[in-house]
């Protein structure tokens, strides 16, 4: 069964930083598109980042240029480096594959505040 624990969130004021890390187990996802989602009271849940078996990356234009996503295939891990947080960057994040077909975690939360 495929599990995804998300984890590293936390309160920061705005322009700090933090990494979060999503590890999956249950399968090889080496091969798999992997996202980073987030989801604000009141919204919806987002793509904010995308990479692919290849560590092709493609980023939300809400966070291009601050965010980084990463992946280490030996631990099955994906990573999510955001940096320069703004205040309506506070919201739960998750991880799942780009089809957002795996059961979901749930989720770090990311709070950005002064």
């Known amino acids: 069964q495929v599990q995804l624990v998300e984890s590293g969130g936390g309160l920061v004021q705005p322009g700090e930083s933090l990494r979060l890390s999503c590890a999956a187990s249950?399968?090889?996802?080496?091969?798999?598109?992997m996202g980073w989602y987030r989801q604000a009271p009141g919204n919806q849940r987002e793509l904010v980042a995308y990479?692919?078996?290849?560590?092709?990356?493609t980023y939300a234009s809400s966070v291009k240029g601050r965010f980084t996503i990463s992946r280490d295939n030996t631990k099955n891990t994906v990573y999510l480096q955001m940096n320069s947080l703004k205040p309506e960057d506070t919201a739960v994040y998750y991880c799942?594959?780009?089809?957002?077909?795996?059961?979901w975690g749930q989720g770090t939360q990311v709070t950005v505040s002064s």
């Open positions: 249950g399968s090889d996802f080496s091969g798999e598109v």
């Open positions: 990479i692919t078996s290849r560590s092709s990356t």
């Open positions: 799942n594959r780009l089809s957002a077909s795996y059961p």
